[in-house]
C-alpha cells in the first residue's frame, strides 16, 4: 500500500507533466509574466529535493529535460549540483529569448502594417525606399540583439552593460 506500482507512478508523472506544461502555457500567455524570476527558479530547485526532481527546469519551459531530471534524480545528482550555479544564467537566457520573440513579433507586425500601407506593389519610389530601410533597420536591430545575447551568453557582456546596450539599441 505505502508503494507506487507502475501505473499510479505513470499517472503521476503524466499529472505533474500536464501541470508543468499548464503553468509554464499560463505564464506565457501574457506579456507581462512570460518573464521568469531567478529567486522563484532557485526556490523550486530547493524544492524539488535540491534540483534531483527537476521542477526549476519545468518551470523555465524545459519540459523534455525537466522529465529526464526526474526520471534520473537529476542526473544521478550531478546535473542538479550543475543547475545550482548556472541556474541565474538559465533564467536570463530565458528572459532575453522571450525580449527577442517580442521584438520578432512587433517587427514582423510593423512589416506587416507597412505591407497593408501600401497594398498596390506600384507605389512612388520613395515610399518603397522608405518601406525597405524601415524595415532593414528593424532587421538590423534584431540582429544587434542577438548578437549582444551571445555576446552576454559568452560572458563577455555582463546583464548590466547588456541591458544598457540593448536600451542604446532599442532606444
Same mark, same amino acid.
Given at each position: 500500500?505505502?508503494?507506487?506500482?507502475?501505473?499510479?507512478?505513470?499517472?503521476? &508523472?503524466?499529472?505533474?507533466?500536464? #501541470?508543468?506544461?499548464?503553468?509554464?502555457?499560463?505564464?506565457?500567455?501574457? /506579456?507581462?509574466?512570460? =518573464?521568469?524570476?531567478?529567486?522563484?527558479?532557485?526556490?523550486?530547485?530547493?524544492?524539488?529535493?535540491?534540483? #534531483?526532481?527537476?521542477?526549476?527546469?519545468?518551470?523555465?519551459?524545459?519540459?523534455? =529535460?525537466?522529465?529526464?531530471?526526474?526520471?534520473?534524480?537529476?542526473?544521478?545528482?550531478?546535473?542538479?549540483?550543475?543547475?545550482?550555479?548556472?541556474?541565474?544564467?538559465?533564467?536570463?537566457?530565458?528572459?532575453?529569448?522571450? /525580449?527577442?520573440?517580442? &521584438?520578432?513579433?512587433?517587427?514582423?507586425?510593423?512589416?506587416?502594417? #507597412?505591407?497593408? =500601407?501600401?497594398?498596390?506593389?506600384?507605389?512612388? &519610389?520613395? /515610399?518603397?525606399?522608405?518601406? #525597405?530601410?524601415?524595415?532593414?533597420?528593424?532587421?538590423?536591430? &534584431? /540582429?544587434?540583439?542577438?548578437?549582444?545575447?551571445?555576446?552576454?551568453?559568452?560572458?563577455?557582456?555582463?546583464?548590466?552593460?547588456?541591458?544598457?546596450?540593448?536600451?542604446?539599441?532599442?532606444?
Amino acid at each position: 500500500m505505502g508503494r507506487l506500482g507502475v501505473q499510479e507512478f505513470v499517472v503521476l &508523472i503524466a499529472v505533474l507533466a500536464g #501541470i508543468a506544461y499548464l503553468v509554464n502555457k499560463n505564464s506565457s500567455s501574457s /506579456e507581462n509574466s512570460s =518573464t521568469k524570476s531567478s529567486s522563484v527558479a532557485y526556490l523550486l530547485w530547493l524544492l524539488s529535493c535540491f534540483g #534531483i526532481l527537476g521542477f526549476h527546469r519545468f518551470y523555465l519551459g524545459k519540459i523534455g =529535460t525537466g522529465l529526464l531530471w526526474f526520471f534520473t534524480g537529476g542526473l544521478l545528482g550531478f546535473g542538479a549540483f550543475f543547475d545550482l550555479f548556472t541556474l541565474g544564467g538559465q533564467v536570463d537566457r530565458y528572459n532575453t529569448n522571450v /525580449e527577442l520573440k517580442t &521584438i520578432r513579433a512587433t517587427t514582423l507586425s510593423n512589416s506587416q502594417q #507597412i505591407n497593408s =500601407t501600401f497594398p498596390n506593389p506600384v507605389q512612388p &519610389i520613395q /515610399e518603397g525606399v522608405d518601406t #525597405i530601410s524601415a524595415t532593414k533597420s528593424h532587421q538590423e536591430k &534584431i /540582429e544587434l540583439l542577438q548578437n549582444l545575447k551571445d555576446l552576454l551568453d559568452k560572458g563577455i557582456l555582463s546583464q548590466d552593460e547588456f541591458n544598457q546596450q540593448k536600451a542604446q539599441v532599442l532606444g
